[in-house]
């Protein structure tokens, strides 16, 4: 079983419409039709929304996607209109609400790896491939590719896996042209991101991206170079051949699988609550994820 531990209620506020809660973010219409997109605090971890949630998370996604949206446009325009919390909406919205357009989406997650681990490093050492795209031998874990890769996985409910598709199955449900539009930007973009990240002592692992259309305009929607969409490790600490430091959720995932929680992954109970050190550690690696890239101080 996965999915919410304690699913939340929906916020009311006045002119809004609840359309979807996701794993961190809640999903609201306007009167004008745009989208209001609110990042909560919430972690997700192997496919459960826990029952903690790790203070700051929800406004540290939110600034920092709007941080890499500014140094993106000339490649792809974004879904953002404001930044200003609908009137009405309670205080705790400020700093991590979106008004957005509302966009047609691909369904397709748009994945990016400048280098081998996760599911990419598992299909490759069973067929040296990832989405069937063939690779050299003698890679390992944490091994830089000799070029990034697009490497596209389908949409999944919350509770559920995205799956790895190859890039002829996303042309066959998107059209050839959308195909190949939605793989030239995606690696132009984590090109651009790879770059300024490495400026920063960071090194971009792998993201994925989310698109939608305007019209006949390929738009970037959801969050962006995120690490909850991302792997960011700290370039001074990359050694291939085993698994790296991150600025994400490890600290989660490695007190979930240890003896200390006593909970089974792969049993039928929910996860339980963390423990206060587990998320201290944790904001304090999202706060310092933030703090590198943007050369700003959080808070």
Known sequence: MSGFVEKPEPVEVPGLVHVHTGKV???YRDENGDLVM???DRMSAYDWVLPTE??????????????????????????????EPPAGAPA???????????????????????????????????????????????LVDGSELPSPIFTPATKAEVGEHD????????????????????????LAVYGRARDIARDRGIVLADTKFEFGFAGEELVLADEVLTPDSSRFWPADEWQPGRPQASFDKQFVRDWLSSPASGWDRKGVLP??????DIVE??????????ERLTGMSWG
């Open 25 to 27: 973010r809640d999903l």
């Open 92 to 138: 705790d919205w400020a700093g991590r609400t979106l008004v957005c357009r509302a966009l047609d989406m691909v369904p397709v997650e748009c994945v990016a790896r400048g280098y081998l681990t996760g599911s990419g490093l598992a299909e490759y050492e069973q067929t040296r491939t990832v989405c069937g795209l063939a690779l050299p031998e003698g």
């Open 163 to 186: 799956e790895n598709v190859s890039y002829e199955e996303v042309a066959r449900q998107v059209s050839a042209e959308t195909a190949a539009q939605l793989r030239q930007t995606t």
């Open 38 to 40: 609110v990042a909560t």
């Open 281 to 290: 550690r944790t904001r304090a690696k999202y706060v310092e994820a933030y």
């Open 271 to 276: 996860p339980p609550e963390l423990p206060q």
């Open 54 to 83: 790790i203070p700051d998370k929800g406004r540290i996604l939110t600034q920092l996607s709007l941080w890499w949206f500014d140094r993106l446009t000339d490649l792809v325009p974004h879904h953002v209109l404001s930044a």
